[in-house]
């Protein structure tokens, strides 16, 4: 297999559209698999397409329930430990702060899909009342 990583901007909808054309899509390829009927050429077959978004979503809530969103978002570390450095420069680089210690519980709606938290920032406020 080979792999393409690309950016996507666009309106939500179109987005979806998008992932849904090119999910639909089967590209040929040759199986290890001999066929003794074709002269013992490799079989041919095709696989969908393969798309696994990697998308960066900035999620407002209240401070007062930040304990309450990480555990409902299930904020995790990277899938891949040898990513942890370059997720390090986007938190500097956005200005972020680690993520909060919490007690992560699981959720039902989690399957096959792994939140990898960048940061943390608190909402900027005035007189002492957030700013949303």
């Not at 992560?104 to 900027?124: C, L, S, W």
């Amino acid at each position: 297999m080979a792999h393409v990583i690309v950016m996507v901007r666009g309106q939500r909808d179109r987005i979806n559209d998008w992932e849904n054309n090119i999910n639909n899509i089967a590209l040929p390829y040759e199986t290890e698999i001999f066929n003794s009927m074709a002269g013992m050429e490799r079989q041919k077959a095709y696989l969908q397409f393969g798309i696994r978004p990697i998308r960066l979503y900035d999620m407002t809530f209240p401070v007062q329930a930040t304990e309450q969103a990480l555990q409902i978002l299930n904020v995790g570390k990277c899938w891949t430990p040898a990513y942890n450095k370059y997720f390090n420069v986007l938190r500097k680089l956005m200005g972020l702060k680690d993520i909060p210690a919490y007690q992560q519980k699981p959720m039902a709606n989690h399957g096959f899909i792994e939140v990898a938290g960048i940061g943390y920032k608190d909402d900027k406020t005035r007189n002492g009342v957030e700013l949303l």
